[in-house]
């Protein structure tokens, strides 16, 4: 069983930083691939970033590539969203999510709740 906990979202400018966490439980979490995703009203969950379980292979969707960066702390069970140079396109509530295995694939196992990130002009 895998939890995970987002935060660090909150109402920002365009052109602002934010720093999304997500914490995670679970004995097999260092071993696991993980992913952000979000959603924007009215649209579909899309793939944001992922980080497979060494942190050797990191990938970005084409709209973040260059602003975002992900990254994991195995000592403290921690995801992050390192978020820069944000638009009103970047609105939406962001998830992470496990992957089953170490490595990056199409599927996710376990989700988190969701925190909001809101960009205004």
């Known amino acids: 069983q895998v939890e995970l906990v987002e935060s660090g979202g909150g109402l920002v400018q365009a052109g602002d930083s934010l720093r999304l966490s997500c914490v995670t439980s679970g004995r097999d979490f260092r071993y696991r691939a993980v992913g952000w995703f979000r959603q924007a009203p009215g649209r579909e969950r899309e793939f944001v970033a992922g980080i497979n379980w060494n942190a050797d292979t990191t990938r970005y969707a084409d709209s973040v590539k260059g602003r975002f960066t992900i990254s994991r702390d195995h000592a403290r069970n921690t995801v992050y969203l390192q978020m820069n140079s944000l638009t009103i396109e970047d609105t939406a509530v962001y998830y992470c999510?496990?992957?089953?295995?170490?490595?990056?694939?199409?599927?996710?196992?376990?989700w988190g709740q969701g925190t909001q990130v809101t960009v205004t002009s």
């Open positions: 999510a496990s992957f089953p295995g170490p490595v990056l694939t199409s599927n996710n196992d376990y």
